[in-house]
């Protein structure tokens, strides 16, 4: 049931990805795995932080990649930054899908909550695990310490290791391969592109990844404050415009 939720909702499919939550919400209840799959389907959709919140208030403590995940994506998108930084480095989420890029998500973060000393110390510290990472057998075949390591190299600077960073996590995983994590790459590198100074480019890979339905619904650019720094580019306000009646 969550697989085909996810599906639904990563592949824009809106009315299917409503229908199987609320098919989840009539067999499943309260389970927590299953509310914050709703919860995030409320926030990914609809843009709705609030509904999510109120979903995600009757879980207890848990340390479920899942409920992490949504709350981690409820602090982001409603500008709880402090608190999204810190669900970052939760074992249970980033730092599950490879070593050091809880650290790398936190440092982007706090520097866009300002607090660039703490930033800085974070990045320094991504920086050197998930350069060790990316040198491991593993990481011949897996794309996820590739991409984030590209993330923190472009927010330290150093454009065109993250952008070789980049062309190594999308040939391990092309956008044609597989639609939900190559798009998942593509996606985090055309932020890598934006922040290195490539609009065009990363605007073009957005419009990509919006024609071929990947998770790109507009909330997902309208609400996420890492893309504060392309807000008022006309070609980005288009594809993060959201309609009139879901406002």
Not at 87 to 112: K, R, V, Y
């Amino acid at each position: 049931w969550a697989e085909g939720l996810l599906t639904a909702r990563s592949s824009g499919r809106v009315k299917a990805a409503v229908e199987f939550a609320e098919q989840i919400k009539e067999k499943f209840g309260n389970l927590p795995r299953m509310l914050a799959e709703r919860a995030t389907t409320r926030l990914a959709l609809f843009g709705d932080v609030e509904g999510a919140k109120q979903l995600m208030a009757v879980i207890n403590e848990s340390d479920q990649y899942h409920v992490v995940e949504a709350r981690y994506y409820i602090a982001l998108f409603g500008r709880e930054l402090g608190k999204a930084a810190a669900l970052a480095l939760d074992d249970a989420f980033n730092e599950e899908l490879s070593p050091g890029s809880g650290l790398a998500q936190s440092a982007i973060i706090l520097h866009i909550d300002g607090q660039d000393e703490l930033a800085d110390e974070m990045g320094r510290k991504a920086i050197e695990v998930l350069a060790q990472e990316v040198t491991k057998p593993y990481a011949q075949n897996y794309a996820w310490p590739h991409a984030h390591y590209a993330r923190i190299l472009s927010l330290r600077g150093e454009y065109q290791q993250a952008s070789t960073s980049c062309e190594r996590a999308m040939q391990i995983m092309p956008l044609e391969k597989d639609k939900l994590h190559g798009g998942s790459m593509a996606y985090m590198c055309a932020w890598v592109q934006a922040s290195s100074g490539d609009i065009e480019a990363a605007l073009d890979q957005l419009e990509i990844l919006k024609g071929v339905g990947w998770n790109m619904n507009p909330w997902v650019l309208a609400l996420n404050p890492e893309w504060d720094f392309m807000r008022g580019n006309p070609r980005f306000d288009v594809l993060a415009a959201v309609p009139v009646s879901d406002k």
